[in-house]
């Protein structure tokens, strides 16, 4: 069984910026896609940022020209670069995966942006 660990969450201002990092129990090399979704309280979860194997990137309207997704091979970990953060925001992040087989969820971290 995958297992995907985030971390990096937490409080910060409107403006400011959070990295998160996911940390799969497994070579990213074998994953087809690994990416970062949210959801809002009372929303449903939403794609925020997707990176796929094949080096494209995808980023959902809310996120492009503020996040980055990035693969780091050598710690074989994906980070989320997250900059300007704005209060809509606030949510759940979770680390996704997709190999040839399932698509897996890390637990979540939360991130809180206060104004």
């Known amino acids: 069984q995958v297992q995907l660990v985030e971390s990096g969450g937490g409080l910060v201002r409107a403006g400011g910026s959070l990295r998160l990092s996911c940390a799969p129990s497994?070579?990213?090399?074998?994953?087809?896609?690994m990416g970062w979704y949210r959801q809002a309280p009372g929303k449903q979860r939403e794609l925020v940022a997707i990176s796929s194997s094949d080096g494209r990137t995808n980023y959902a309207d809310p996120a492009k020209g503020r996040f980055t997704i990035s693969r780091d091979n050598v710690w074989n970990m994906v980070h989320l670069q997250m900059n300007n953060l704005k209060l809509e925001d606030t949510g759940v992040y979770y680390c996704?995966?997709?190999?040839?087989?399932?698509?897996?969820w890390g637990q979540g971290t939360q991130v809180t942006v206060s104004s």
């Open positions: 996704y995966s997709r190999d040839g087989f399932d698509n897996y």
């Open positions: 497994r070579s990213l090399a074998g994953f087809n896609d």
